[in-house]
């Protein structure tokens, strides 16, 4: 119960992310808005892993995987934040929830998993409650959409990274990487675009935006450490009530009909796909523990 409160938590705090990072970038450059973002969320985790106190956060195995893993997350913030533009916040987080579904079907053709006939029809179902959301052709459709689809694709690929990372590196390092390496990487860009925040509110929501990304991160953390994935991942889509909740409280936006049935159908996708995986790892332990003839 502990793990799955931290879960809900995490992912409520993700939502305020995105309501701060939206009021954020209709105002200023959305690469100012995602380079603060990352800084105030490496200040929060240096002042928490200092090499003092957590030594083991500063060693990394793998540089270049945990680079990789930090560009696809920058590349994920970007494009959500340049789709909160233009798009409602319970609109990007419905597709966003086809993040489990994608990452199925990479780990199919990736790594080669075998993916049996429910859980492709899972991930179909899951691409058509997508359809319902953007609804292209039929008046619904807007361009910031295919913003959203990239964000997708990015956080597939953060995720598988994070999957193999886990093996090898420590959270800690994890953590202060894929937010040390935006702030490096985006700070050029920043010198040519920057504008000065010229009023108190602005100022809030950008220090917002990195202390719920360094919040919802430690939550997350702290989730896994009572819980396994598995337990968690169904729980990760109670962030769409603290998404329609703030963004109606922020922004007035109530979303549409098509909006709920798409998201509804997402999410009974990805839950049925996390009941197989579920299934089936627990057929692979009843057969490793079977005993030998």
């Known amino acids: 119960m502990r793990a799955i409160a931290y879960m809900v938590c995490g992912v409520t705090v993700f939502a305020g992310l995105d309501a701060s990072a939206k009021f954020a970038a209709r105002e200023l450059p959305v690469l100012e808005v995602a380079w603060f973002r990352y800084f105030f969320h490496f200040v929060i985790a240096v002042?928490?892993?200092n090499p003092i106190s957590a030594p083991t956060a500063w060693r990394i195995s793998r540089p270049v995987a945990q680079a990789l893993r930090a560009a696809m997350l920058v590349g994920s913030t970007l494009s959500n934040f340049l789709a909160l533009r233009y798009l409602q916040l319970d609109q990007t987080v419905s597709i966003n929830f086809?993040?489990?579904?994608?990452?199925?079907?990479?780990?199919?053709?990736?790594?080669?998993e075998r993916i049996g006939p429910r859980r492709a029809a899972a991930i179909l179902v899951g691409f058509g409650g997508i359809l319902m959301v953007t609804r292209p052709g039929l008046g619904g459709f807007h361009p910031a959409m295919l913003l959203s689809l990239f964000t997708v694709l990015c956080n597939s690929g953060y995720n598988m990274l994070t999957r193999s990372l886990a093996r090898t590196e420590s959270p800690g390092s994890m953590l202060l990487v894929v937010a040390g390496v935006p702030c490096v990487v985006l700070l050029p860009a920043l010198v040519l675009v920057f504008e000065t925040p010229d009023r108190l509110d602005l100022w809030f929501f950008m220090v917002a935006t990195g202390v719920t990304g360094a919040g919802g991160h430690f939550l997350l953390i702290l989730a896994h450490r009572h819980a396994s994935a598995s337990v968690l991942a169904p729980f990760g889509y109670a962030q769409i009530v603290g998404t329609i909740a703030i963004g109606w409280a922020m922004f007035g936006d109530v979303?549409?009909?098509?909006?709920?049935?798409?998201?509804?159908?997402?999410?009974?996708?990805?839950l049925y796909?996390?009941?197989?995986?579920?299934?089936t790892g627990a057929r692979l332990r009843d057969t490793a523990t079977l005993p030998a003839e």
Not at 98 to 112: F, K, N, Q, R, Y
Not at 255 to 270: C, K, M, N, Y
Not at 273 to 279: I, K, T, W
């Open 98 to 112: 086809l993040t489990p579904l994608v990452i199925a079907g990479l780990s199919a053709a990736l790594l080669g």
């Open 255 to 270: 979303p549409d009909r098509w909006t709920l049935a798409g998201a509804a159908v997402v999410v009974a996708s990805g």
């Open 273 to 279: 796909l996390f009941h197989r995986e579920r299934v």
């Open 47 to 49: 002042a928490v892993l």
